[in-house]
């Protein structure tokens, strides 16, 4: 009996199936799972490894912007100091023009003035200015055919002090007046108390106005 149920057993299909399939289908799983980690990983690896490209390709684009910047910061600057440089030239320039107009009016002035500046006892027959800024000039008379008759030579007259320094002074005033007339657009320096002149007579010194007195030949 024993022996049969044994032998029973041992044939029936079922019962040595069973063990087989349920090893089966935990290997089916087990690669199952291995074949997703993997590919899960492999996946992960790509993304990790795209992320890493674009980040290179972001920093090579932001390395070409620093650089293109730094080019285009340098060749502005390049612009603006060129630019001063040139503005700089332009107010060279204009200084020269300037300085180039003052010297003309002073020759046309110096020029203009010989012969043209005259009173009762003196005519001006040469002025030399021997500065622009400051007014320092220096005129040479000649005498009027009044005038003359006192003049005893080397810039000295028979007349007094006081005499003398009443036609300076009125001569002066005629000097001012036609400077002024011709300085009206403010070329030159303006006409004021510091102007520092010396008066000469055929080169002989007469006398040096210096703000506003006359002060004769000799006299401290």
């Keep these: 009996m024993s022996e049969e149920i044994v032998s029973l057993e ?18 089916i799983v087990i690669a199952s799972g291995f074949l997703i980690c993997m590919l899960s990983i492999g996946f992960l690896s790509w993304m990790v490894l795209s992320l890493k490209s674009q ?35 332009v107010g060279t320039i204009d200084e020269k023009i300037k300085s180039l107009t003052k010297l003309s009016a002073t020759l046309y002035l110096s020029h203009e003035s010989e012969d043209a500046i005259v009173t009762d006892d ?23 055919p009044d005038m003359n008759i006192h003049y005893t030579g080397k810039g000295a007259y028979d007349l007094t002090d006081r005499e003398l320094r009443a036609k300076i002074s009125n001569f002066i005033d005629e000097v001012k007046g036609y400077y002024t007339a011709l300085n009206s657009s403010g070329t030159l320096s303006a ?8 008066l000469t007579v055929k080169n002989y010194e007469l006398a040096k106005i210096i703000n506003g007195e006359v002060i004769l030949a000799g006299e401290k």
């Design 55 to 89: 980040q290179n390709s972001l920093d090579l684009q932001l390395k070409e912007i620093k650089e293109n910047a730094s080019e285009e910061f340098v060749s502005v600057d390049g612009r603006i100091n060129d630019l001063s440089s040139k503005v700089e030239n």
């Design 122 to 144: 003196f005519v001006l027959d040469k002025l030399y200015f021997r500065d622009l800024e400051n007014l320092k000039m220096t005129i040479d008379l000649e005498n009027q």
């Design 191 to 198: 006409w004021n108390e510091n102007v520092e002149i010396i």
């Design 10 to 27: 041992q044939s029936n299909p079922l019962q040595s199936a069973r063990p087989k399939s349920h090893y089966k289908s935990i290997t």
